[in-house]
């Protein structure tokens, strides 16, 4: 940008400027000065011609009064005439070698204008290019902070995955030993799992009975344990054989564990309750060791059982119609 102003410095405003009128109003001024030049010339090769005969004529005489006496001298029109054709010619030569310098001069302004105007727009296309490369260079500028942060971001993602790959690969291993441990727990309690939610648990229980008791052959006990929010959860047995059991998480181990304790001990019991099922229609309540069932429509008989039946413990019978106990009978 300096130098293009420099360039233009050393022009002349005169040429540089692009108004046409007033190039014509000083062409048409030269104009009038080129011809007063000429009418001036031809008066002043006039002067000089008599002037150049007076000379002459003053250089042959010996005395002032041979000046008076002497005729005059012929007109000398033919030399003169020579010298002024030459001179008028020398002068047309010189108009026209003028007028050519001035259409050259004309042309090398038109020059300059075109020029001018080329260096113009060169000088704004060199504005637009150097906005367009700062804005590049801003562009460029961000495109690199953001590639940086980008790194920044990826590294962390990379470190994360990698210890979220670490992790899973633990936690892999943990659920491949927590299969193999489900599958001998499952082999050797009979535990079978048939369904998991995020809020329940379907599990069915199927104890080896001692071996004298293992022709009695019972149906399996499905529990269902459901978790709440405050991270406790509820137990129940089908059918009514257990009752719900409630408590914290962490009690559900030992919860199973005590129904798979009370189930063994009361496998000849619960074998005797499913019979009686297939045949009356009975309701057992586990924690009074208490069973009813309706003999008859206005009969409603109960069966309280001891502990340690039917091995140690008794039973007692009796019937009752509505709120009355009518008898009772002991086993």
């Known amino acids: 940008m300096a ?8 022009c002349d405003p005169a040429l540089l400027d692009p108004a046409s009128d007033q190039w014509d109003c000083e062409a048409g001024r ?3 000065q080129l011809t007063d030049n000429r009418r001036i010339q031809k008066v002043l090769l006039r002067q000089l011609f008599v002037l150049d005969a007076m000379m002459s004529l003053l250089e042959g005489l010996q005395s002032a009064r041979q000046l008076m006496t002497l005729p005059c001298p012929p007109n000398p029109e033919g030399g003169a005439r020579h010298r ?6 020398e002068s047309l030569s ?5 007028e050519t310098l001035l259409q050259r001069l004309q042309e090398k302004i038109q020059q300059i204008h075109t020029k001018r105007h080329t260096l113009t727009q060169l000088v704004a296309q060199l504005h637009s290019k150097k906005q367009q490369c700062e804005q590049l260079q801003e562009s460029l500028q961000k495109a690199q902070n953001a590639l940086q942060i980008y790194d ?3 590294m962390s993602l990379v470190v994360e995955s990698a210890a979220a790959l670490c992790q899973l690969t633990g936690w892999q291993r943990i659920r491949d030993e927590l299969q193999a441990y489900v599958s001998s727990a499952q082999d050797f309690m009979q535990i079978n799992l048939l369904s998991i939610t995020q809020s329940e648990l379907r599990v069915e ?7 004298p008791l293992s022709s009695n052959e019972l149906e399996p006990l499905q529990l269902c344990v ?4 405050d991270d406790r959860f509820t137990l129940q047995g089908s059918e009514g054989l257990l009752d719900s059991v409630s408590g914290r998480r962490s009690e559900l181990s030992a919860a199973l564990l005590e129904i798979m304790r009370n189930y063994m001990e009361q496998f000849l019991l619960l074998a005797e309750i499913q019979e009686l099922r297939s045949s009356f229609a009975i309701d057992w309540f586990p924690a009074e060791r208490r069973l009813v069932f309706l003999k008859s429509a206005l009969l409603v008989c109960e069966l309280l059982v001891e502990e340690g039946y039917p091995e140690g413990g008794g039973s007692a019978c009796r019937g009752r119609a509505g709120t009355d106990t009518l008898w009772t009978r002991h086993y």
Do not use: F, I, Y
């Open 152 to 154: 920044h971001q990826l």
């Open 205 to 211: 229980l199927r104890p080896r009975p001692p071996s």
């Open 3 to 10: 130098e293009v102003r420099c360039v233009l410095q050393q």
């Open 84 to 89: 002024r054709k030459a001179q008028k010619m």
């Open 94 to 98: 010189r108009g026209e070698e003028t």
């Open 30 to 32: 030269m104009l009038l």
């Open 226 to 229: 459901t978790w709440s929010h």
